[in-house]
């Protein structure tokens, strides 16, 4: 089991960008797939990105392609979502996941495959 913190969310102006951190101690995130979800007020949570392990091939849903982009830091045990071009519809808290070996490319992003969760991290995109 690994622990995983996110953090990095706070309020930013629509067209603004963030960059979310999903980062664990203990155990090497390279042998982990990392995808994050999150979850709008009144919504269910949706699956949006995903980063297959050791250096494989991302997946991005449509409403974010283009404009999130999952990054690797093994020297930091970290993997980044980098938000750009905001919108009020991208308000939620954000999680990140992880499942060892995980292919995003095979599974895409699975909520019920996921082992491992962190608690979430709040971004609020004002108008």
């Known amino acids: 089991q690994v622990q995983l913190v996110e953090s990095g969310g706070g309020l930013v102006q629509s067209g603004g960008s963030l960059r979310l951190s999903c980062a664990a101690s203990g155990v090497s995130l390279d042998m982990y797939g990392i995808s994050w979800f999150r979850q709008a007020p009144g919504k269910e949570r949706e699956g949006i990105a995903c980063?297959?392990?050791?250096?494989?091939?991302?997946y991005y849903v449509d409403s974010v392609k283009g404009r999130f982009t999952l990054l690797r830091d093994n020297a930091n045990n970290a993997v980044y979502l980098q938000m750009s071009s905001l919108k009020p519809e991208d308000t939620a808290v954000y999680y990140c996941a992880a499942r060892t070996w995980y292919s995003c490319s095979v599974y895409g992003v699975f909520e019920q495959a996921m082992h491992d969760w962190g608690k979430g991290t709040l971004v609020t995109v004002s108008p």
């Open positions: 980063i297959s392990a050791t250096g494989g091939p991302t």
